[in-house]
C-alpha cells in the first residue's frame, strides 16, 4: 500500500506484508497474515506474533531475500574524515610487507639500528594500494596530493611543549618521555615503530597490542594516539570483511549442498514422477532454501509434466469418446439398411461419412462399400416399380399404376421421375373418376337412385381414398343410406 514505508514491487509480496518496529527491548518483526509468508534465517515466522530480529539476520519473502542491519548513520562521516595516506579501506585486505622480508620487530635496545625506516610513520605508502590512473582522475590526484601534505605539516609542526600530552586520568601516575631512562625511551620508540610497521602490514591487532604496551609506559608518543585510532577502525573493516568471507562461504556450502540435492533427485525421479514425490525427494534442500531457483524448477517440471500428462488424459478420454460415438453411428446406419429403408441408411451413411470420428478408418472403409451395394440394390428396386408404373398406365389401370410409382417414391424420396409419373397416373384417374360421378348425377337427378349409388361406390373402390371424388362419393351414398 502507499502507505507503506517501505515498498516493495512484486508479484510475492501482500499489500500489508511485514512490520518492523523497534521497543526497548530490541527490534521486533511481525507477518501481518501474508499469503506467501515471512522467514527469518530460513525460519518462517508465525503470522501476528512479534519476532525478535537482530543485525545480520536474512529476511526473505519468496525468492526476494533482505538483510536487516543496524549501522551508525554516522559511520559514513567518520570513513569520510580520515586522512587518505594514514587509512584506507583496502588495508582491510591482506597486504604485502612494507619492507621486503623485514623481520618483526621486537621492543629492545638498538632494535631498529640497522633498519631503514622512513622518517615518520605518516609518509608510509602501503605497496599493495592500487595505480592512481593519473590522466583520468586529475581532482581526485590533486586532492590526494594536497590532504597528506596538510597533515604532515600539522602532525610535524613543532609542539610548544616538548612534554607529551598526557592522558587526564593517569595525570600524576604516568611519566613523560624524557622522564625515562634511556632504556625505556629506546623499547618506547622501537614499540612504536614496530606498531607503525604492523599496521602498514594490515595486523591492527597487534597494532593495537603494541600501543596498549606504550600507553601502559607513557600516555602518548608522538601520535600513537592518532595511530591507535585508524588501527581500532581498520581491525573493524576487517572483523566485518571476514564476517562478509564467512557468510559468503555459509551461502556457497549451502548452493553445493542444495546442487547436489537437486542431482541426486534428477537421477532417482523417473519421468512419472509426480510433484509429491519430487517434494519428498527435496525435503532436505527445501529445509536449507525452500525458495531456491534449482529447487523451484525441478518442482515446476514435475508440475507442467503432471499438467501434460492430464491434458493428455483428457484429450484421449474425448476420442475415446468420439471414437464411440462414430462406432454408434455406424451401427445405427448399417440397422436402418437392415429394416430395409434403404434411401434412409444411405443418409446415415453419408453423414457418417462427412462426420470426423477418430480412429474410424474401418468403419469408413465398411461404409463407402455399404453405400455402393445399397445404391445398387435400391436402383433396382426403384426401376421395378416404375417399371411396373409405366406398364399398368398403358393398360389405363391408373389406380395401381399410380401405387406403383408411390413405391418407387417410397424407396427413394427424391426420384423426379417417380414423382412426375405418379402425378401424371393421378390426373388421368381424375379424368376418369370425373365422366363417372357427372355420369352418377345425372342419373340421381333422373331418378335413378339406384344407377347413381352403383357409380359412386365405382368410384370409391377404383378412385385414390384421398381424392376430391372419392369424398364426393362417400357423401352421397352416406346421404341415401340414412333414409
Not at 621486537?106 to 590522466?135: C, F, I, S
Not at 559468503?248 to 549442498?257: A, M, V, Y
Not at 448399417?334 to 477418430?358: C, H, M, W
Request: net charge neutral.
Amino acid at each position: 500500500e502507499s502507505n507503506c514505508e517501505i515498498q516493495i514491487e512484486s508479484p510475492h509480496i501482500s499489500r500489508r506484508h511485514f512490520e518492523l518496529v523497534r521497543t526497548q527491548e530490541g527490534f521486533f518483526i511481525t507477518d501481518l497474515g501474508s499469503s506467501n509468508g515471512t522467514y527469518i534465517n530460513g525460519g518462517r515466522i508465525t503470522p501476528h506474533e512479534p519476532t525478535r530480529v537482530e543485525s545480520g539476520d536474512e529476511i526473505r519473502v519468496m525468492n526476494i531475500e533482505m538483510r536487516f542491519e543496524i549501522r551508525d548513520t554516522q559511520f559514513a562521516n567518520h570513513l569520510d574524515n580520515l586522512p587518505v595516506p594514514m587509512f584506507d579501506p583496502i588495508l582491510a585486505m591482506p597486504p604485502q610487507p612494507y619492507w621486503n622480508d623485514a623481520p618483526v620487530l621486537m621492543p629492545g635496545a638498538d632494535a631498529h639500528a640497522n633498519q631503514d625506516y622512513p622518517e615518520h610513520w605518516t609518509k608510509l605508502r602501503p605497496k599493495h594500494l592500487k595505480k592512481v590512473n593519473w590522466k583520468k582522475n586529475k581532482v581526485r590526484i590533486a586532492l590526494l596530493v594536497l590532504v597528506p601534505i596538510l597533515l604532515i605539516l600539522v602532525l610535524t609542526e613543532p609542539r610548544k611543549s616538548e612534554e607529551p600530552v598526557r592522558d587526564p586520568a593517569n595525570q600524576g601516575t604516568s611519566l613523560s618521555y624524557d622522564k625515562l631512562n634511556k632504556e625505556q625511551q629506546s623499547v618506547v620508540k622501537d614499540t612504536f615503530k614496530l606498531a607503525t610497521s604492523l599496521y602498514v602490514q594490515g595486523k591492527y591487532a597487534l597494532c593495537l597490542t603494541e600501543l596498549t604496551k606504550l600507553h601502559n609506559l607513557i600516555p602518548q608518543h608522538e601520535n600513537s594516539k592518532e595511530l591507535e585510532s585508524y588501527c581500532e577502525q581498520g581491525l573493524e573493516l576487517v572483523r566485518r570483511q571476514q564476517d562478509l568471507e564467512h557468510r559468503e562461504r555459509e551461502r556457497q556450502q549451502i548452493e553445493q549442498q542444495i546442487s547436489g540435492y537437486v542431482e541426486t533427485c534428477k537421477g532417482k525421479l523417473s519421468a512419472q514422477a509426480t510433484v509429491e514425490d519430487t517434494r519428498q525427494c527435496l525435503a532436505e534442500a527445501m529445509v536449507l532454501s525452500p525458495e531456491h531457483p534449482l529447487v523451484i524448477e525441478l518442482i515446476h517440471t514435475a508440475q507442467m509434466r503432471e499438467e501434460e500428462a492430464k491434458f493428455l488424459a483428457e484429450q484421449r478420454r474425448k476420442e475415446d469418446s468420439r471414437a464411440a460415438a462414430g462406432d454408434a453411428h455406424f451401427r445405427r446406419a448399417i440397422n436402418v439398411y437392415k429394416e430395409g429403408r434403404l434411401a434412409a441408411s444411405l443418409t446415415e451413411l453419408q453423414k457418417f461419412l462427412n462426420t470426423d470420428y477418430p480412429r474410424d478408418e474401418t468403419n469408413k472403409k465398411e461404409a463407402r462399400r455399404q453405400i455402393a451395394n445399397i445404391t445398387k440394390e435400391l436402383k433396382v428396386k426403384v426401376d421395378f416399380h416404375l417399371n411396373q408404373c409405366r406398364s399398368l398406365s398403358e393398360k389405363n389401370r391408373f389406380k395401381e399404376a399410380w401405387e406403383a410409382c408411390d413405391k418407387a417414391l417410397q424407396e427413394e424420396p427424391k426420384n423426379k421421375q417417380a414423382k412426375d409419373m405418379r402425378e401424371k397416373m393421378h390426373n388421368n384417374l381424375r379424368k376418369e373418376m370425373k365422366a363417372i360421378y357427372e355420369d352418377s348425377v345425372l342419373e340421381e337427378s333422373l331418378g335413378n337412385v339406384e344407377s347413381a349409388i352403383e357409380k359412386w361406390k365405382k368410384i370409391i373402390s377404383e378412385n385414390l381414398p384421398f381424392d376430391e371424388y372419392s369424398k364426393k362419393a362417400k357423401s352421397k351414398i352416406q346421404k341415401y343410406e340414412g333414409l
